[in-house]
């Protein structure tokens, strides 16, 4: 079936440290999506890619980096850097002109330990 | 920056009963979209109106857009207890860089 996968469900970060957030689809989609969300709130747009080797800062991006390297794959790194991390990450993807909604992936809860 | 506002911020009602969410929003839009999430997962998407469309229906949702006033309804009808989410409306503007901007989401509890 087609669908997003992220991985890991649940990761901890200990202080100092950088963390990798995997995201793969399969739907051939040309646009992917990072969102964080914390509890009882919307949400906030982090990076997104509508094509290969290029993306662009959203409205959080300070403290995250990505790469997207292959039309699959949008991986997330939460830095050092990031002073808050603790949240919930959702990926997500679309067609081109999004028309037809989004697909999110089942999410990654990252905790700061 | 978070453009939809839904309302209420939460919602408790019996199985069977309607439920309806509001979402204001600020900017001119090409469509507006409304997702459920269940509580520790994805969002999934439920229906997509368009800027130049009034009214939407999909199985029991129907959602209005009213571009003047800049808002949106979501109805569920004969509601069930499976329909306890948390459900987000979500604006898409741009032309040539499609992105959703998403609310904060009402928080709807469905009592059996």
């Not at chain 1, 963390?19 to 906030?44: F, I, K």
Request: with cysteine; proline share 3%; charged share 20%.
């Amino acid at each position: 079936d087609g669908g997003i996968t992220q991985s890991p469900k649940y990761l901890f970060r200990k202080e100092g440290q950088n963390v990798t957030l995997s995201c793969e689809q399969n739907l051939n989609h040309d646009a992917m999506y990072w969102y964080r969300q914390d509890p009882g709130q919307g949400l906030r747009l982090i990076y997104y890619s509508q094509i290969v080797n290029d993306f662009q800062k959203g409205d959080i991006a300070e403290g995250y980096s990505v790469s997207r390297e292959k039309k699959e794959s949008f991986p997330l790194t939460v830095t050092s850097a990031q002073k808050n991390p603790t949240a919930f990450y959702l990926c997500a993807s679309t067609t081109g002109t999004g028309e037809y909604g989004y697909t999110f992936g089942s999410g990654t809860r990252l905790t700061v330990v | 920056s978070q453009q939809g506002e839904e309302d209420p911020q939460a919602l408790s009602i019996q199985e069977g009963e309607n439920a309806t969410m509001n979402c204001s929003y600020k900017t001119s839009i090409n469509n507006l979209q409304w997702y459920r999430q269940n509580s520790g997962r994805g969002l999934v998407h439920l229906i997509l109106i368009r800027s130049n469309e009034r009214e939407k229906h999909s199985g029991r949702l129907r959602v209005t857009l009213d571009t003047s006033k800049k808002s949106s309804s979501l109805l569920i009808t004969a509601s069930r207890a499976a329909d306890t989410a948390s459900y987000f409306c979500a604006t898409g503007s741009g032309a040539g860089s499609y992105q959703l901007t998403f609310g904060k989401g009402t928080k709807l509890s469905v009592i059996p």
